[in-house]
């Protein structure tokens, strides 16, 4: 898509209806929110103060009149180059014009108190003219705020909300948008400080910007640091642990899914969902690649948030939670919004928190065991209460039907995989009271452990496939069932396990090599078919290769998912083999999360996934 850049804004892109792909925008944060800037420097989404809050810039769903803040040369570009500083969510955009080059840097300060997000445009040579943009629009760009002058820039309000932009370039009004246009030569430096508030509040102190981007690129590079990954792939590991810290919720240590919503999984379909919550299951996933990478600090912040927000009543928890754990996120649709590339509704909150899902239960009690196997510190009563209560529940409720892995907004099943997680939860469970970890009903669990596995063997397998189906009686395949070595239901190379590998390669994967979820069926789903190839399920296709000794296939599909990866080293939650375009929200989790695992897996020097299984 270079060639649709240069020479072009990405304003001037989104006023003639073209969305920009996803592949050309990069992340920056503070760990309370997120904000996605795209090649040619417009913020495109932003939330504030948090990342469930409301956008102020929505254009990323619509168009520049929902919200964006463009920086970028006045001229035609000729060429584009971008990067993050070594190790860091610093992000740098160098812009190559006829009359001259200039990098814009972009950082969000690590915060205790109100946001702030850094700009600062750096001549490196020549003298090139600039242009800024910047249309505030609160409620996902449904309010024009009131704007009004300051000494040191500009105010916008409107109800709760105050943004103050802060800078010594010329500011003007224009068509409800603010516009400045300066020149910048060698060595010189614009900066712009845009920082958010409650409107009853004081505006924040000033801060200078360049001592706080130096300062948010030295937290980072400390924080990488840490990191006890050494092998091949250091640098993706490192972009992707980056990435899933970028997506913690300091205050109380969730993970969001995702820090976008109604990203679609097909282009005009509306498989469009808000992921900036908190799935047990992603955030689980996210604390193994955590843990392997020696990050116990925050798998612990987890667990303790994991605790708080599934205690209570066991039959009432939650598939997903708020970031302060919310369990009521009523789904709403914004139809002012077009959707991108007319991809609608665009949906805030997530209806998917009144399902019911059997794997959760293996996730949270995997969590514990594997916080314990760590060195993390015992859990006290009450965190044991919760999960001894969750188990008890399990015991009966296992039996139950359920909407699985993918949510599906069908009829409840008895699928496949979400029975080899609930052998999970007792497996975990049994193995806790072994390592005295726990002291409870370990013949009982050992006994359900047992009763599971073989009903799943009896009735989730079909033999004329030689694969385990997607749920019981079923003739459907699911990459889902990828996980059944991972977990260590069964070794890797048990004819079974096989025999489903090869079924998952013929019915799921293109031609080019990606993994799909399932076959789309109405029927099943409860949704309209077409979606792209969903990434970690490549990801679990590469462990299963790994596990099985086939190292080179699965190094291969290892590579062929690091070069869907953006110039920045991002990934969404889906790829679209035929269009070559990355799909669904983006930055995904769940999809960093499958590469730092399987990295770990691959690399002899790391620790292995094949841990979940001992």
């Known amino acids: 898509m270079a060639s649709q850049l240069v020479g072009r804004s990405a304003v001037s892109l989104q006023e003639q209806g073209l969305s920009l792909p996803l592949e050309d925008y990069a992340l920056i944060g503070d760990c309370h929110t997120a904000a996605l800037i795209s090649k040619m420097g417009s913020v495109d989404w932003l939330c504030f103060p948090h990342f469930d809050s409301s956008a102020c810039f929505a254009a990323l769903l619509g168009k520049p009149e ?63 003219p600039m242009k800024m943009e910047l249309v505030i629009r609160f409620d996902y760009g449904s309010v024009v705020p009131w704007v009004r002058r300051t000494s040191h820039g500009i105010s916008a309000i409107a109800g709760p909300d105050m943004l103050s932009l802060r800078t010594k370039a010329p500011l003007r009004g224009e068509n409800l948008t603010t516009v400045s246009e300066f020149t910048v030569g060698p060595d010189d430096k614009v900066t712009f400080d845009l920082t958010w508030h409650p409107s009853h509040l004081r505006e924040p102190r000033m801060v200078s910007v360049p001592r706080q981007i130096e300062s948010t690129e030295r937290y980072w590079q400390r924080w990488a640091k840490r990191c006890n990954y050494k092998g091949r792939w250091r640098d993706a590991v490192i972009r992707s642990l980056i990435t899933l810290k970028a997506l913690t919720f300091a205050p109380t240590g969730g993970i969001v899914a995702a820090p976008t919503t109604s990203l679609p999984e097909c282009l005009g379909g509306v498989r469009n969902w808000d992921y900036r919550f908190c799935w047990v299951r992603d955030s689980t996933l996210a604390l193994h690649a955590l843990m392997n990478a020696g990050y116990l600090n925050e798998a612990r912040a987890w667990r303790e948030w994991l605790v708080r927000a599934v205690a209570g009543k066991p039959s009432e928890i939650n598939i997903l939670y708020g970031l302060h754990g919310e369990r009521r996120l009523t789904e709403l649709e914004l139809p002012w919004l077009p959707g991108y590339e007319n991809s609608s509704p665009v949906r805030t909150g997530n209806a998917a928190y009144k399902q019911f899902q059997l794997d959760m239960f293996g996730e949270v009690t995997d969590t514990f065991y594997e916080c314990h196997r760590a060195g993390l510190k015992s859990m006290d009563k009450a965190a044991t209460a919760v999960l001894e209560s969750l188990l008890e529940f399990l015991e009966g409720a296992w039996k139950k039907p359920d909407e699985g892995i993918w949510e599906v907004r069908g009829e409840s099943r008895h699928f496949t ?154 990934l969404a939650e889906e790829y679209d083999p035929v269009a070559k375009r990355l799909m669904g929200n983006f930055p995904q989790g769940f999809s960093h999360i499958g590469l730092v695992n399987t990295a770990y897996l691959l690399d002899a020097n790391g620790k292995s996934v094949k841990a979940r299984a001992i």
């Open 66 to 128: 929902h919200g964006c803040w463009a920086i970028a040369p006045a001229i035609p570009v000729k060429k584009v180059q971008r990067r993050y500083r070594p190790e860091s969510l610093v992000l740098e955009t160098e812009f190559h014009t006829a009359q001259g080059t200039v990098v814009l840097v972009d950082c969000m300060t690590p915060r205790d108190g109100t946001p702030n997000l850094l700009r600062m445009v750096v001549g490196k040579s020549g003298h090139v």
């Open 417 to 570: 995989h979400s029975k080899v997680m609930a052998w999970l939860a007792m497996d975990r469970a049994v193995k806790s009271v072994e390592h005295g970890w726990m002291n409870a009903h370990q013949g009982r669990w050992a006994a359900l452990r047992s009763q599971i596995h073989q009903e799943v063997c009896r009735e989730g397998f079909d033999s004329d496939l030689n694969s385990f189906v997607q749920f019981y009686g079923s003739k459907h395949i699911d990459a889902s069932l990828l996980m059944i070595p991972l977990v260590g239901f069964l070794p890797a190379k048990d004819p079974r396990v096989l025999g489903t590998v090869a079924a998952v390669e013929k019915h799921l994967m293109s031609r080019d090599g990606f993994v799909a979820r399932y076959v789309t069926d109405p029927k099943v789903d409860g949704l309209p078919p077409g979606e792209a190839a969903f990434l970690p399920c490549s990801f679990w296709l590469a462990d299963n290769y790994a596990l099985q000794g086939r190292r080179k296939d699965a190094a291969k599909v290892f590579k062929r998912l690091l070069d869907v990866s953006n110039d920045v080293g991002l």
